[in-house]
């Protein structure tokens, strides 16, 4: 009984409201084993890769949930039967039973193994053999720790640069060219599909296709180092219009500030060592080493996921981005509260 | 029969006068010498293996002290309690701790208390090797956690990937140390590795032949030739790791030509069969036990014998499958698929040979039974996880999420774990001389299957919700709390549980209920013997006529008399069928295999700081092995002696 105990004295406090919640969740939880929907769920499918491997799971979890109920019902029964003979001896004739017996179970055993890695095989193959033309090509790049994305055109003007959110068409086939710039990562966003490893000089294609629109989490997958647990992005699937809209605003440079305040902001940053390490494209900051924040307003999270995008929280960031992410590469920035005013300002204001 | 044959097998087992002088003689040649440096200078297999137990156990305290920690910092989301960094060297240690300093070296070290009593000779191969191996390994599992309380603890994962444990992102000397662990454990593991195989090829009674060998000795057999073929691996892995950290050369330096992935490829060519290394021993103790509990010969030899033999070759053949999100290509992957799935049959026969066993005998519900039963219910349950993880695809969604941390601690709590606690309830009385007390025991085993189920259950549906492993916290609206939660009152009911344990055995060293030879009624040799066993294991080598000795020996079964008992010698058999061949002597104990091991141990430390030493660190290492194999004429007396037999070699039959 430890977890009635412990809602009880949840009921106490107001602050444990979250732990009943939480214990509330978990009930249900084990009633409906894996049958929550979820932001970040392998069992919630957003598209036909992952809808074939969450159907895999569940062919697999209803032939192995059965084979597991037999083997312990006979073994059960068989300590249960033994437990009430008195004999120890052998009947004649028991050996050549029981290896029979067993021999069946083992070819049984082979059969449905046999079954299963069919139905893995046929899985697997169905989500290699993905068209290759008419797909959109985003490459994404692990780097410690966030998510670099650009999406590729032909024409070199219109490739674009962005971090941490992914935007893609629904009913689209994306290609996702995976790489690292330093450690190994993975990119995963089970919604949509499994994990693929961001190796350092290696080059991993996935294709993924959402056919709903929504926001699918994702995170980091193989461990990174410090800030591992807080490397997610977020897959916006939107229809195609939507799609082709965020794009070509994205394309465009940071609009000019518009007012006095916001130009101190600008100003702020381009005179501050912000810009050793980030890109607003439109000014003069050009460098490649932390995210592009040339439309930072328009991403629903800050930090590779960690926190909401607003002002308070960005505000807190760039004041000192280790209290929420330590270890992370940025350092801790000493502005007047003027300055971190107009900044945030500044940055709120690339929509 | 070669002319040192003086061995001649005597009928009947009636003692004698001549048997309590023997004993007393034998009992001044085996013993251990007295003193501080004496118990140092120890190559009973017993003291050792004792000592080896109890170190292991001890590291497990530890691994799972790391565990705890783990819990309760994730029993919440964004808790604060543990930041990143430290975090991160916890859950590397308690793998490291775990795999390398626990499960490994626990499994030897019951086998070398155990397997020459089983095969019923006074010693295992290679003494003070073995005591060598010993203090290597004692060391190496000293220097990790000092260097864990420098706040050097290793912090990139037991499986340490470049180029996140490469010179240019573990800056430091984190990684070394890791590195350097391995270094120490693999050199113990291949030693203990060695002597066992010597031991059950050539030291086992006369007539215990192949196939007459007790399981849990085939297990160490089998798990030896493992850990021979797998070790080598990882040792050049982790030199090349050391080299490119040390000296900067560019194995795994991609810029320079190097792969990150030769790496994985290396280490899990090693680090698949490892977890058979820990899991197939613990399948020994499982037959062992359903054997004597259930009062039947276990069913199936052969087929058990040849089950534990091809898992040990299929083993190595699926190391790709912790690699199947690193891009291999569609064939490869299915090849690995269909060999991880394979691999499902051979553990599919021996259950079923298992539960054939107690179908057909009559379980008596002692402890050591109780924990191979809960060892069915949650193996069988991490078995079928795993061949779901060899599905490539599905593998993909779960791979690195806590439905694989659930997946492998059910294989390795599940099939090595309560195998060994059942173990720990079987031999103690061996060891000992006293039971453990039941009633304890039988605490000691719901709780610890309550606990064990409470902890990693929810974390199959924390894997397939997303939770990835390896986090340090996740946010609240994750929705992972709540299991999170679970696991943690989990993890606090399996702690009780292991405090029980340690309280019945201190309780029961003092005043458990005196055991007697063989308290069991079990078949084997170890229980042919007294309770704790005499430092010389038995008065007259036994002779072995079937599978189940001490259930079908015959009133006048005979036994080994012309082996010296004013000298330290053995008998060496034939390996297939255990025939007499000739006496050896073994060595006395040293002090040398000691001092060895702390030259060889500077030489392991130093060389994570400088690369001279190498060269310096080869120089007391040298010193002390010509030490430990300088011949003393008292040997060489000895040795002349066991051998100036020509004239009496004619008289035998």
Known sequence: ???????????????????????????????????????QSAVDPAGPQALRISKLWWTMLIVCSAVFIIVLAVLLYSVFRAHRRNRVADEPGTEQRLTRTISGAVLVTVVILFGLLIASALTGRALSSQPEQDVLTIEVVGHQWWWEVQYDDPLPVRTLKTANEIHIPTGQVVMLKLTSHDVIHSFWAPNLHGKKDLIPGHVALIWIQADRPGVYRGQCAEFCGAQHAHMAFLVVAESPERFADWYEKQLKPAASPADAALSHGQQVFLTSRCVMCHTIRGTTAAAISGPDLTHLASRGTLAAGTLPNTPDHLGGWVVNSQVAKPGNHMPPNELSPEDLQSLVSYLESLH | MSQATKTIIRKGTRVSMDDERERQRLEQTWRTPGGWLGRLSSVDHKVIGKRFIITAFIFFLLGGIEAVLMRIQLARPESRLIGPDLYNQIFTMHGTTMMFLFAVPVMEAMAVYLVPLMVGTRAIAFPRLNAFSYYIYLFGGIFLYVMFLLNTGPDNGWFSYVPLAGPQYAPGKRADVWAQLITFTEVSALIVAVELVVTIFKLRAPGMSLNRIPMFVWAMLVTSFMIIFAMPTVALDSTCLILDRLVSTHFFNQAEGGDPLLWQHLFWFFGHPEVYIIFIPALGMVSSIIGTFTRRPVFGYLALVLSLIATAFIGFGLWVHHMFATDVPQLGQSFFTA?????????????????????????????PLLFVLGFFFIFILGGLSGVMLASVPLDLQVHDTFFVVAHFHYVLIGGAVFPLFGGFYYWFPKITGRLLNETLGKWNFWLLLIGFNLTFFPMHQLGLQGMPRRVYTYLPEMGWGGLNLLATVGGLIMTISVLLFIINVFRSRRSGEPAGDNPWGASTLEWATSSPPQNYNFLYIPTVAGRDPLWEQAEDQPVVTGLRSDIREVLVTYTLDAEPDHRIKFPNPSIWPLLAAIATTGLFIGSIFTPWAVPIGAVPVTVTLIGWFWPTAKGHREQLASEEQPAEAEDQP
């Open chain 1, 1 to 39: 009984m430890p977890l009635l105990l412990l809602t009880g004295s949840a009921r106490r406090t107001a602050k444990n409201w979250r732990a009943l919640r939480a214990y509330a969740g978990l009930v249900v939880g084990l009633l409906f084993f894996t049958g929550c929907r979820g932001v």
């Open chain 2, 339 to 367: 060999a991880s799935m394979m691999i499902a049959v051979p553990s599919g026969v021996q259950v079923f040979c298992w539960i054939a066993t107690l179908w057909a005998g009559r379980p008596i519900f002692k402890t």
